[in-house]
């Protein structure tokens, strides 16, 4: 049964005529045996709306009851589906010109009506419109059939030349954006401009008292017959005034166009001044008859303003100077996919302001409309960016292929000119992470190269079209492997120096190095290039809400596994943005990422198919503990929290309490007993360390006190019997291993050494497998060790104890490593060699030593004679 239509005027003289095209479609996912004209049904096709995507990528571990994707219902099918719609439009598309636009169809569509093959496009991301007229049959029953295909691109494959090849995060299909029939005059504005509105504005020049904006536009007329017309350009403020007007008359022979530039100026602008003045005119542009009957008109937000990047001081905005901090974004969310409706982002937005972000790096692809006006309209500065992703060839191809070259040129024609008009966007991306040379990882689809592709050509020829497409915008990009430290036979090609603007993604302290080191890393990208305008583009730590640390430098991180406690990436966070906050010639700064978000590519944290990097979680239910260090920081918004409130069960009777404040006194009280008081915590980070907690419930409260009001958060924690009366360390791990009948917590309490772990390789010596250690039901505590001369500082009661040393050898033979173990500086071990004194490879050996503690403290030191100490569990009862 067809739908009957009913149109949407986009204005109050029914100048044009939109019809969203949602509700009423019929979806099969797979190909089909007929030919598209001889499909005559799809009544055993599964009834859909549009937006429609049929993935459902990515779920988390823990409480599944909790949320929408499961393991048992999750569709990561990738490959061709149809979608059908009989509808019935408007008798008043007759004499029209017909139009239908697809706001994204992923990856690729071929669409038929009424049996007539239209077209087709190739990418994900942008809009595509197609010429309908000749086929329509206004106010009678047609058939539209749309197939989709997001193959994963591969040789051979129908998807071989359509960006994105490769990238970490799951590539969606589907109709996920909005279906619309369009109808215009004959003589009509281009509808066919790369998706694009056909009219593109510039502010040329701003002066105290005048701003000149250059507005460039398409008329076409496709009518039977020459037409004279009237081209008025018009800029309104938001009372619906005029502020500026051009009128020129136009001559348009039949079926052909013109281009016309006009200036319109203004007097005494009101500029757009981002997130402290957002400020809106209307651009409106019509073609008027003779008669003054209006063909066709468009009316677009338009903020006056103008962007210069210093390579020594950041970004200036109308030539005031404008700190950018942000995050990127991903379109899905948990149950949805990318088919998300407006109101979902209009959500997310929300949740990024409410932290405090002004700029949002929409990663990796075109984003829709929808995220472009909420920018405009908040004063969000954006970063617009292609699919070029890792990767730019297949099969192990050195050259491009033509066909990817033209699908490139496309996608960036397509954000450039269908985004052009937005105030918020500062930049245009020309690709992503393809500096990897040849050494790119293996789940991204890497292999052993000794020569990788050279993407500087092809890298030119994008930059040069973007240039030539807007020359009022710097183009960018972004690169990870500039100045790292790799070893012999890497190549890495430095791709930044293509582009105006360079970005640079670096996971200091996660994928490398320590985060002290990202500080110099940054001085010396900036020292190579020091006329070119640096940011950060990504930097961050995967955080599990489920999986927690008692002290994050307690061991290895496991940034391709499952370790990945959510204190650990608040750590990150923390530690990198006291160096980024101190580095002014940043033009930009973008954490990774603002929500957790689908990657077939991750199988880490709490969670399957999903990059757990967000600040907040897939389904938006929970903002981790991140999510408050940058509110506290970026924000002036009274903000109080306490960290670690998801670690309920507590491993230890003592612990520091940390609360991110930006209160200028921060009062901290547990069970109704203050704790003191903390005035302007650096970098809004307040900790009280050394707490006891009693056994059973602790009411913990945080108090951010100010002049006029007081803001405070709550947790509670629960210390059960067992970690009341003993402490159980888990040697060199970050997060606790399982033993039998025990409950250790994380390495805590240390002073000196490094932790480790025998499933990770150390000095170039091959990893144990994990069945070595899989027999000894302590196998997870005894895999991680702590190694060095270092030592354990202890609180405990005073009182009489029994301390139970656990170790293993992971790879020393007899004689190799030999040291003493102190309490209280008094020798209780000596000499242990734990290879001559095992049973065998990997054996436990263990050690009880009956001490006494007088004054609140144990101190256990472990000094080295040969070697290095070693203990991979300290357990003290009494």
């Known amino acids: 049964m067809a739908v009957a239509l009913t149109g949407g005027v986009l204005n109050a003289q029914e100048i044009r005529t939109a019809v969203p095209l949602a509700k009423g479609w019929r979806f099969h996912q797979g190909d089909v045996t007929e030919l598209p004209t001889q499909v005559p049904s799809a009544d055993n096709w599964l009834p859909v709306t549009v937006p429609h995507s049929w993935n459902r990528v990515g779920y988390y571990l823990t409480d599944p009851q909790e949320h929408i994707n499961r393991a048992d219902n999750v569709n990561k099918y990738q490959g061709v589906g149809w979608y059908r719609l ?24 071929e669409i038929w009506l009424n049996g007539q093959r239209l077209g087709d496009h190739s990418g994900g991301f942008s809009r595509f419109r197609l010429d309908a007229t000749a086929t329509l049959k206004p106010a009678q029953p ?21 960006l994105p090849l490769r990238g970490d995060f799951f590539i969606h299909g589907g109709l996920y954006r909005p279906v619309t029939l369009i109808a215009t005059d004959p003589v009509h504005i281009d509808m066919m401009d790369s998706g694009g509105p056909g009219v593109y504005a510039t502010t040329r020049a701003i002066r105290h008292d005048q701003a000149e904006v250059q507005v460039r536009a398409r008329f076409l007329n496709d009518s039977s017959q020459s037409v004279r017309v009237t081209g008025r350009f018009r800029l309104l403020d938001d009372a619906g005034r005029t502020v500026a007007e051009y009128k020129t008359p136009l001559s348009l022979p039949r079926a052909s166009g013109s281009e016309t530039v006009a200036t319109l100026r203004i007097d005494k602008p009101h500029l757009w001044q981002g997130t402290a003045d957002p400020y809106l005119h209307s651009l409106v542009v019509e073609l008027i008859s003779h008669s003054g009957r209006v063909f066709d008109r468009t009316e677009q937000a338009f903020g006056i303003r103008q962007i210069r990047i210093d390579p020594q001081r950041g970004l200036f905005l109308n030539d005031q100077p404008l700190k950018l901090h942000g995050v990127g974004y991903h379109q899905d969310r948990e149950g949805k996919g990318w088919a998300v409706s407006p109101q979902d982002v209009e959500a997310d937005v929300a949740i990024l302001r409410e932290m405090g972000a002004n700029t949002i790096r929409l990663t990796h692809y ?17 970063w617009d960016e292609i699919p070029l992703v890792t990767v730019w060839t297949l099969g192990g191809a050195k050259d491009t292929r033509p066909g990817l070259k033209d699908n490139a040129r496309q996608q960036l024609r397509e954000l450039i000119r269908q985004n052009y008009n937005h105030a918020s966007v500062m930049t245009w991306s020309i690709a992503n992470e393809v500096d990897f040379g040849n050494s790119i990882p293996a789940f991204l689809g890497g292999k052993d190269n000794n020569v990788a592709p050279d993407p500087m050509p092809f890298l030119r020829e994008l930059n040069a079209l973007a240039k030539a497409e807007d020359p009022s915008r710097p183009t960018t990009l972004a690169t990870c492997c500039e100045l790292k430290a790799y070893g012999p036979g890497v190549d890495v090609p430095t791709t930044a120096e293509v582009t105006d603007l360079s970005g640079a993604n670096r996971y200091f302290g996660w994928y490398l190095g320590k985060p002290r080191d990202l500080g110099s890393h940054l001085d010396a990208l900036h020292a190579r290039r020091p006329q070119q305008p640096l940011s950060v583009t990504e930097y961050g730590a995967g955080g599990a809400i489920t999986i927690h640390s008692d002290n994050v430098l307690g061991g290895p991180v496991d940034s391709r596994g499952r370790n990945q406690p959510e204190e650990y990436e608040s750590y990150i966070h923390e530690q990198n943005w006291a160096t980024l906050a101190d580095k002014p010639y940043l033009w930009a700064t973008w954490a990774w990422n603002s929500f957790d978000f689908s990657s077939p590519v991750r199988g880490e944290g709490d969670a399957r198919d999903i990059n757990t990097k967000g600040l907040v979680t897939y389904d938006r239910k929970i903002r981790k503990d991140a999510y408050y260090f940058y509110k506290a920081n970026w924000t002036q918004k009274p903000t109080v929290h306490i960290t670690g409130g998801r670690y309920v069960d507590r491993a230890y009777a003592v612990t520091p309490i940390r609360v991110y404040s930006n209160a200028p006194h921060t009062e901290l009280l547990i069970n109704g007993r203050s704790l003191g008081t903390l005035d302007d915590c650096p970098q809004k980070i307040c900790v009280w360390t050394g707490v006891q907690l009693s056994q059973g419930s602790n009411q913990i409260v945080a108090r951010g006190l100010w002049i006029d009001n007081a803001t405070e958060d709550q947790v509670e924690w629960q210390l059960r019997a067992e970690a009341a009366n003993a402490v159980r360390i888990d040697s060199g791990a970050l997060v606790a291993g399982k033993a039998a009948g025990r409950r250790f917590g994380s390495d805590d309490f240390f002073e000196g050494g490094t932790g480790n772990t025998v499933y990770a390789p150390m000095d170039g010596r091959k990893p144990f497998d994990r069945v070595a250690l899989s027999a000894n039901p302590d196998h997870e505590i005894l895999a991680t060790y702590r190694e060095g001369d270092f030592r354990y500082r202890v609180p405990l009661d005073n009182g009489r104890y029994v301390v139970t040393l656990t170790f293993i050898e992971p790879w020393a033979t007899p004689g190799a490593r030999q040291f003493d173990v102190l309490v209280n500086g008094r020798k209780v071990i000596s000499g242990l060699d734990i290879a001559a004194a095992a049973s065998a490879p990997l054996a436990t050996v263990t050690r009880h030593i009956r001490v006494e503690v007088k004054n ?18 300290v357990e003290i009862t009494r």
């Open 86 to 109: 009989e509808f019935t439009p408007p008798a008043g598309f007759a004499g029209k010109r017909a139009w239908l636009q697809f706001d994204a169809a992923s990856r690729t569509a």
């Open 142 to 162: 047609n058939i539209l059939l749309v197939k989709i295909d997001n193959s994963i691109p591969q040789v051979g494959a129908s998807t071989a030349d359509i």
């Open 366 to 382: 075109q984003h829709g409309e929808v995220i472009h006006n909420l920018a405009d309209k908040y004063g969000l500065l954006l």
């Open 856 to 873: 609140g403290q144990l101190d256990l030191r472990f000094a080295p004679i040969v070697g290095e100490a070693i203990v991979s569990a």
